[in-house]
């Protein structure tokens, strides 16, 4: 399976590139691809500023269709990805859990989708995604929309839910994501 790190967005509220951000002394994109290189067979990030990451050693692609946001890059390491299902995530999520992320591999036979939703609250950029989500963004994007979870109606869904999902991660600290001044304080 294939592990894509999403780190294509603008950080306008944070004002610097989250990805690069440091929590306990490591920067959060070296965690991200430490622990997608022992989850994953394959590890992608999906930038549309490759230079920056050229220290990672890492295969990068860019968007396929500019100005897609979130949407357009799962569409793009859908695309890219080597094998039929991939794990998804965004670049500014300090505490990924490998057994968290291994519960939602191991559910990737249930649905086209993995993918934890609290109430009406769903976190689609900690998402297994199938080959399959292709057409359906497609048909979203020709339509001008670019919510991800929009999507999911055209899908097969396995939703896990808070209480699920509890059970690994007592906190859903492997959830955060920093997206402002404010947020990094907070850790």
């Known amino acids: 399976m294939t592990g894509v790190i999403l780190a294509g967005g603008e950080s306008r509220r ?12 490591e920067r959060i994109i070296d965690r991200t691809v430490s622990l997608f290189r022992e989850l994953f067979d394959e590890v992608l990030i999906v ?13 990068m692609v860019t968007d396929l269709i500019p100005g897609k946001g979130s ?5 793009t390491g859908l695309f ?10 965004s670049c500014d999520m300090p505490f990924l ?3 968290v992320i291994s519960y939602f591999l191991n559910l990737a036979e ?6 934890h939703r609290s109430g009406q609250h769903w976190e689609p950029l900690h998402a297994l995604y199938s080959r399959n989500f292709i057409k359906p963004i497609e ?5 001008g929309d670019l919510k991800i979870i929009k999507a999911y109606k055209w899908m097969k869904v396995r939703e896990i ?3 699920e999902l509890e059970r690994i991660d007592p906190d859903l600290h492997s959830l955060i994501n920093v997206n402002t001044p404010e947020d990094l304080k907070k850790l």
């Open 139 to 143: 048909r979203l994007m020709k339509q």
């Open 47 to 59: 930038t549309n500023s490759p230079l920056e990451y050229l220290d990672l050693n890492i295969r």
């Open 97 to 99: 859990d490998k057994k």
């Open 161 to 163: 839910k808070r209480e």
């Open 110 to 115: 249930t649905a086209d989708i993995v993918v």
């Open 14 to 25: 944070m004002g610097r590139n989250k990805a690069f951000i440091e929590v306990q002394g």
């Open 80 to 89: 890219f990805s080597s094998s039929p299902k991939a794990f998804f995530v």
């Open 71 to 75: 949407l357009g890059g799962i569409y």
